[in-house]
């Protein structure tokens, strides 16, 4: 299991920008994510295979920052056990907390996919910050 890529929104429907490293932060989620601040939903985490599901499913290949998700993750599938468990990617400790519900906005990207990412948590994770950590592309990640 690994991360794959790293992505944030400055302020809300601002397209997403992807880097390479960032710090990680129970007080800002991800630096420079609007969405970061404390709760239930300040990062969020989905998984490569299950969004090839989905873009299978509406028969197209979208980048994956289409989902407006901020880690990408493989080796990995999301569903209901992984609530209460933890992310651990470096230093850096998430929360799962729940799904990431799929909004309608995703079929303005691609007619369908709202749909396509409603199976097995195809749209993956909302997790809270328990323990800071500088994470960058390539770090292995554990659920623990």
Known sequence: MQLLDIAFRPKSRAPMQRKVETMVS??????????GKPGKR????????QWKLACDEVATTLPWTVRRANLLVDGVSFDATMVGQQI???????YVTGE???????????????????PDWRGGVCCR????????????????
Do not use: W
């Open 129 to 144: 910050v328990i323990a800071d950590g500088r994470i960058k592309v390539g770090d292995k990640m554990m659920i623990i």
């Open 88 to 94: 651990k990617i470096g230093q850096c400790i998430l």
């Open 42 to 49: 300040q990062v969020t985490v989905m998984s490569i295979e």
């Open 26 to 35: 129970k007080v800002a989620g991800i630096d420079g994510d609007f969405r």
């Open 100 to 118: 990431t519900d799929p909004c309608p906005k995703m079929d303005a990207q691609h007619q369908g996919l709202t749909q396509a990412l409603v």
